[in-house]
């Protein structure tokens, strides 16, 4: 058990109905910020040299270029977010002095990491400035800390920051749109009825991001992920920031050169419509397929959405349905699934994905309509083969994702069964 102590200058608690315990949120003189929090949570290494980054530190320490209101970090940065095992408040009752504790790689911090490098790489400094700085020139800066305890954390991790990362994603994604590096991916989808639906840039509306986009094609990325390796595109579910940072330089360096192929995404366009069409359907008819089975409990699968319980004014809450958006094929449903589950499903047909070496773009082995009859025949026993892992990872959808050897065995089965679809067909074809 790991724990630092922390010195506010104010704070608050609030009930965190989702997590099930507390929600603190502490105003933090900088120079109070320990050092010691673990960063484990966190979707995205640390790298400190970007340019945005440079432009925070100048805020931090009242130097941002064309000057600025000083001090006003507070207001400028959304703070750290952490997830802790539990917090306790110790000294007089006015001190506003807290223990936090972590154990295990679902405790630290979810958002803010590099914020919080960069003030304590600069805590000497800030320090150093203040001894000799007159009063109205001292830096005095703040920064928001937000503690999150409760039951469910662990099971959350993935959820809570991704969630709190999406602005960090789209920040980058809005600087490759506006360099004209989704042009492509434009081009693919253009007339189809979510045309409209994408959102390239911070703060535009849309039910998916760009990157949720190249999320879904990156597992169909047979360039970074060949159909005969042992490397599975986990990134596509766990490391979104990590897939971001790989596809830009992909895409400036094909940009800037003329004569280059297609980069590893562009080579799925030909394919976009029919990859987020096999999405939804995924999604949408799984826990069918696993009743089929002979199962008929899809709906209680942990690793499935379905229905949600509703309070009533007088008696029990009750179980009623939800009504889920299939965005990619125009469709609603009952019950979806959590990418966690999804995401490898989806990725387990990769092995259906060749390059055409005449265009250098990616077309399917078997024509589209077998690909989906393929899913439609063994989504029942992929369905089966997730509720095993899940029950082996303590039914924690995250934790599927998460899981190579759960990847592994989805694209064998469906690698195997293609196979022996094909094997069987040239013998067909051989016999006399």
């Not at 190249?214 to 360039?223: A, E, M, T, V």
């Not at 942990?302 to 029990?316: A, D």
């Not at 009750?318 to 989806?346: E, K, Q, S, W």
């Not at 039914?395 to 293609?418: E, M």
Request: proline share 5%; net charge neutral.
């Amino acid at each position: 058990m790991l724990s630092v102590e922390l010195h506010a200058r104010d704070a608050r608690r609030m009930e965190d109905p989702v997590t099930r315990g507390d929600r603190h949120f502490l105003i933090v003189n900088v120079l109070d910020i320990p050092k010691g929090v673990p960063t484990s949570p966190n979707p995205r290494d640390q790298d400190i040299d970007r340019a945005i980054y440079k432009r925070i530190r100048k805020s931090l320490i009242n130097e941002e270029d064309g000057g600025g209101e000083p001090n006003a970090f507070f207001v400028k940065n959304k703070g750290i977010t952490i997830l802790a095992t539990s917090i306790r408040k110790i000294g007089p009752a006015d001190s506003h002095r807290y223990i936090l504790e972590f154990e295990g790689e679902a405790n630290g911090i979810a958002d803010g990491a590099h914020t919080y490098n960069l003030i304590l790489e600069n805590q000497g400094y800030i320090r150093d400035f203040n001894e000799t700085a007159e009063d109205d020139k001292r830096i005095e800066q703040y920064v928001e800390v937000r503690v999150l305890i409760g039951p469910r954390i662990p099971d959350l991790v993935t959820d809570i920051a991704g969630g709190l990362n999406t602005g960090v994603q789209v920040q980058p994604a809005s600087l490759a749109n506006l360099d004209g590096h989704f042009e492509w991916l434009k081009e693919a989808i253009k007339g189809a009825p979510f045309e409209d639906k994408i959102a390239y840039k911070q703060f535009q509306d849309g039910e998916y991001t760009v990157t949720e986009i190249l999320c879904i094609l990156d597992l169909f990325n047979i360039g970074d992920f060949p159909v005969d390796g042992d490397k599975f595109p986990t990134r596509a579910y766990d490391s979104p920031n990590r897939l971001l940072a790989s596809y830009i330089p992909t895409a400036e360096r094909s940009a800037k050169e003329t004569e280059a192929p297609p980069h590893q995404w562009e080579k799925t366009k030909p394919l976009v419509l029919n990859m987020l069409e096999l999405h939804d359907l995924v999604s949408s008819s799984g826990r069918d397929l696993y009743n089929q089975r002979g199962s008929k409990r899809g709906g209680a699968l942990s690793f499935v959405r379905g229905k949600v319980q509703r309070k009533q004014k007088i008696g029990p809450s009750i179980l009623v349905d939800r009504t889920y958006n299939f965005t990619f094929a125009g469709t609603t449903g009952h019950y979806t699934l959590y990418r966690g589950a999804l995401m490898p499903m989806l990725g387990a047909f990769r092995c259906l994905v060749e390059e055409d070496l005449d265009t250098g773009y990616y077309r399917w082995r078997i024509p589209f309509s077998q690909v989906k009859a393929m899913w439609m025949e063994l989504g029942g026993l992929l369905m089966e083969r997730t509720q095993a892992s899940s029950e082996d990872l303590g039914r924690k959808p995250d934790a599927i994702g998460k899981s190579h050897n759960h990847w592994s065995v989805l694209y064998s089965t469906v690698t195997t069964h293609f196979l022996r679809t094909q094997m069987a067909k040239m013998q067909k074809q051989l016999a006399p």
